[in-house]
């Protein structure tokens, strides 16, 4: 169990640190997805230059951060490097223990299949979340011809609502081992009625919020 809560623990922090890289703009400014060598910064000044050729390449440095200079694309770089590098340490965190226990034979039955479902869900996030960011790496216009600087609102959603599920299974998981493992049932109850429809309505919120947030909707109010 120390070992799912411990994966518990890094998704959470995984979307605080999501959240922040999209607050302050560091979503775009890593355009290749280069999951074994990105997980070194550029070295050198060289590199810094290089990458940062490659950022001004992209529609968000050209029509809203064309005033950056290198120290300002070094911070929103290090918001980006830390949210991948945060992703690539909890496939380690996942993948290592998976692979002992799974030698060692404490893996079986129900519990093999879920946490199998786990480590494809954590895959299928890392694709989601380069999937999302692709979108902001190309020209995108909207309705009117505008061209659009931002990440697909509904990629973000996806992600977002994807890296939820993958937490609630890991959680979902937890559970089972240490109360026994139960089918998911409607008993009826009033408790379980309103317990669904909670559920119901937090993942409408979270969907909402991705939205308001890909769109920049929340600037629409200013108090």
């Not at 809203?64 to 694309?73: I, K, P, R, T």
């Not at 079986?108 to 790496?137: N, Q």
């Not at 509904?154 to 599920?165: D, G, K, P, Q, V």
């Amino acid at each position: 169990m120390i070992w799912l809560l411990t994966g518990c623990a890094m998704i959470a922090l995984m979307v605080v640190i999501g959240g922040i890289t999209r607050l302050t703009g560091s979503g775009l400014s890593i355009t290749e997805w280069d999951p074994i060598m990105g997980a070194l910064p550029p070295m050198d000044d060289a590199a810094w230059q290089a990458a940062f050729a490659k950022y001004k390449l992209i529609p968000e440095y050209q029509l809203v951060n064309s005033h950056m200079q290198l120290a300002d694309f070094k911070e929103i770089f290090f918001w980006e490097w830390a949210h991948r590098n945060w992703g690539r340490l909890m496939g380690i965190v996942f993948i290592v223990p998976f692979l002992f226990f799974w030698r060692t034979g404490f893996l079986k039955g129900w519990l093999m299949k879920r946490t199998l479902w786990i480590m494809v869900g954590g895959g299928v996030v890392a694709s989601l979340g380069w999937f999302m960011v692709l979108s902001g790496l190309v020209d995108q216009r909207d309705a009117n011809g505008q061209l659009l600087v931002s990440v697909s609102h509904y990629r973000l959603a996806i992600h977002l609502c994807a890296a939820f599920t993958v937490f609630c299974m890991v959680l979902w998981t937890v559970f089972d081992i240490r109360s026994g493992r139960r089918g998911i049932q409607a008993d009826g109850s009033t408790a379980g009625l309103w317990s669904r429809a909670l559920l119901v309505l937090l993942a409408v919120q979270i969907i909402w919020g991705a939205f308001t947030a890909g769109l920049d909707a929340g600037h629409g109010y200013n108090t």
